[in-house]
């Protein structure tokens, strides 16, 4: 009788650990998604792209085995502030094909 307690009491706790685990809903992998990319666009930056700044508006994806296979709309605009005489205005709406690793740690542009 014993043994049967204990096993069925070892099995509800396995079965409500195994429930605790949380897969993220599709609202924060989309969130999760757009802040990966906008860190590294923040932090990729090169020589002259401290004048720009990088907005990411939305993105689409497909989650495979690896990673996230995402395409973001970015919005691209002069800094506002650093005035630059002679350069033209950039304001302008692009699209970005990237590879997002499954811990939102890794960023790799595909195009």
Do not use: W
């Not at 099995?11 to 409500?16: D, K, T, V």
């Not at 792209?49 to 990673?67: G, P, T």
């Not at 502030?81 to 790799?108: A, E, W, Y």
Request: charged share 20%.
């Amino acid at each position: 009788m014993q043994k049967n307690f204990l096993f069925a009491s070892i099995f509800f706790a396995l079965l409500l650990a195994c429930n605790t685990i949380k897969n993220p809903s599709p609202a924060e992998v989309q969130q999760h998604l757009i802040t990966a990319m906008q860190d590294y666009l923040q932090k990729t930056q090169q020589r002259d792209s401290d004048k720009v700044l990088f907005i990411v508006n939305s993105v689409a994806y497909y989650e495979d085995a690896k990673y996230y296979i995402c395409d973001f709309k970015v919005h691209m605009q002069n800094n506002p502030n650093i005035l630059i005489p002679n350069i033209p205005k950039i304001d302008t709406v692009g699209t970005m094909h990237c590879r997002v690793s499954k811990d939102f740690q890794t960023v790799t542009r595909v195009y």
